[in-house]
């Protein structure tokens, strides 16, 4: 391999996660220097591909998943995830996946070992796994042996072999690769996505918010409660004020208008041999782009500003977290900072988006 590529297998158990940590920190100045992508996975079993991380590894994901084929209808691992998802999904997804070319990926929160690579160094990670099918309840019990996962997690090993490929393929190409497989117009997307949600959130709260003191005003609330029973009644909350989205938004569109015009150029030109080494060391940097050394607010171990664990959800991911808690805690002029801060740091992601695109010529 010409780069570094980290791969672990470990099972994610919190002793595992505690000694990835130690050794993350340990190594960091080197794993910033030298680490490309983090790949990892927890375990797998029979069914459908899973994979989370970073975005701008979206497409890359779905690269791999159209060659590998899936043991039990010899299509690709790609066409029954999204053969999974229209058939369970919900209705307003199904025009995004019979016509994206890419099927989303998830974002990663935490209970893992891509923690601390992503979340507190800024190193691309991705999470693969396969599941869905086998049956579980076994984890960490007397029934956890070699024996049930033979005959019910996946006999034969047939997602074994499917799950080797997988993520052989992946590590493969990433170091192999002459040009570094991220992609941006996806990533972009995403993010827009995510600032759609955060915005919409905040029209919720209010609304919520409205209806909850009118109920406390108009006595509904009381009224309405069992007269024998003991009631606490809610306090009123003070009035969802409008935040200044406007730096983000303008942000957003500034990331997509780079990232749609680098996408154009390099499927135009190509890279010079003297320019490939400049362009990877910039590719491997842009997931650093996205931390601050400050960290989140209150959470200074957590600098990746697009993905983190919720202080309140245990492994469960926060998407823009710094704005989306601080908007889930009420801290309206801490919402505006941090608006402020994710604008200016996507801004200075997109400004070097349009840098790299100069190194590819047509």
């Given amino acids: 391999p010409k780069r570094t590529i980290v791969y672990c297998a470990w099972d994610g158990e ?3 996660l505690l000694g990835s940590t130690e050794w993350v920190e340990t190594h960091a100045e080197e794993l910033r220097r030298k680490a490309v992508v983090y790949l990892n996975s927890d375990g797998y079993g029979r069914g459908f591909l899973g994979a989370a991380g970073s975005h701008t590894l979206e497409r890359f994901v779905n690269q791999v998943a159209r060659d590998v084929v899936d043991p039990s209808y010899s299509i690709s691992v790609a066409d029954r995830l999204r053969a999974q998802r229209i058939a369970t999904g919900p209705a307003e997804d199904l025009k995004e996946l019979r016509e994206l070319g890419d099927i989303p990926i998830g974002s990663l929160g935490s209970g893992s070992d891509y923690t601390p690579f992503i979340q507190h160094l800024g190193i691309a990670a991705l999470n693969i796994g396969y599941g869905g099918e086998g049956e579980g309840g076994s984890y960490h019990s007397i029934y956890d042996s ?3 996962y033979t005959r019910f997690i996946d006999p034969g090993f047939t997602y074994g072999v499917t799950f080797a490929q997988t993520t052989g393929r992946a590590t493969l190409r990433l170091a192999n690769a002459p040009v570094l497989p991220f992609e941006f117009s996806r990533f972009s997307a995403t993010i827009g996505q995510f600032l759609r949600e955060v915005s919409k959130l905040t029209e919720t709260m209010r609304e919520e918010t409205e209806e909850t ?13 069992d007269p024998t029973g003991v009631l606490v009644l809610p306090s009123p909350k003070a009035p969802v004020p409008y935040l200044n989205f406007a730096p983000l938004q303008n942000a957003c569109a500034k990331l997509d208008e780079s990232a749609t015009a680098l996408e154009k150029t390099r499927a135009e030109g190509q890279v010079h041999v003297r320019d490939a080494k400049e362009l990877n060391r910039a590719l491997m940097n842009f997931e650093h782009l996205l931390t601050l050394p400050a960290g989140l607010p209150g959470r200074p171990w957590y600098v990746h500003q697009i993905y983190a664990p919720g202080q309140y959800t245990g492994y469960g991911v926060k998407t823009l977290p710094a704005v989306r808690e601080a908007i889930e805690l009420r801290q309206w002029s801490l919402a505006n900072e941090q608006i402020l801060v994710v604008a200016d740091l996507l801004e200075r992601y997109a400004a070097e988006i349009d840098r790299i695109g100069t190194l590819v010529r047509k």
Wanted: proline share 0%; glycine share 6%.
């Fill in 14 to 16: 919190e002793e595992g």
């Fill in 146 to 148: 070699f024996d049930y």
């Fill in 213 to 225: 003191n009118r109920r406390i005003r108009e006595h509904t609330l009381r009224w309405a409660a």
